[in-house]
């Protein structure tokens, strides 16, 4: 029986997981092949919820209220992030909410995606 529950629940994340690559990807080419598919489907898992707090333009970082981030094994909290590119902060204001991805890079955390949340 536990075994069971394991498994719907594991199914659930699973679907839950490959309809936001679904919705963040909407009108975007499909990816063709298989080795293809499965890299863009990893790389929308990475993507974490948050909402925007502040952002600075002069400094180029954003401070984000953001949930579990799981590539980065960090809870959710508000901290402030650098961005790869400071252009990805024309298209966003304070109080959005998005899912982004975040990453480590030497010893800061960069943000490199940001999406509307839907
Ligand atoms: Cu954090």
């Known amino acids: 029986m536990q075994n069971l529950k394991t498994l719907l629940i594991l199914s ?13 990807h ?8 298989d080795a293809r598919k499965e890299t863009a489907t990893a790389a929308a ?3 974490a919820d948050g909402e ?7 400094t180029k970082k ?7 981030i ?10 402030v ?3 790869k590119d400071p252009a990805m902060l024309d298209k966003v204001k304070a109080g959005d909410k998005i899912r982004f991805k975040a990453e480590k890079a030497n010893a800061a955390i960069v943000v ?6 839907r």
Do not use: C, W
């Open 45 to 47: 898992a990475d993507m």
């Open 70 to 79: 799981k590539n980065l094994d960090m809870p959710g909290m508000t901290m």
């Open 81 to 83: 992030f650098q961005v």
């Open 52 to 58: 925007i707090r502040k952002i600075d333009m002069a």
């Open 26 to 33: 909407a009108g975007e080419p499909m990816a063709t092949g």
């Open 112 to 117: 490199t995606d940001i999406q509307p949340a």
């Open 62 to 68: 954003i401070t984000i209220k953001h949930g579990e």
């Open 12 to 24: 659930a994340v699973l679907a839950g997981a490959t309809s936001v690559y679904a919705a963040s």
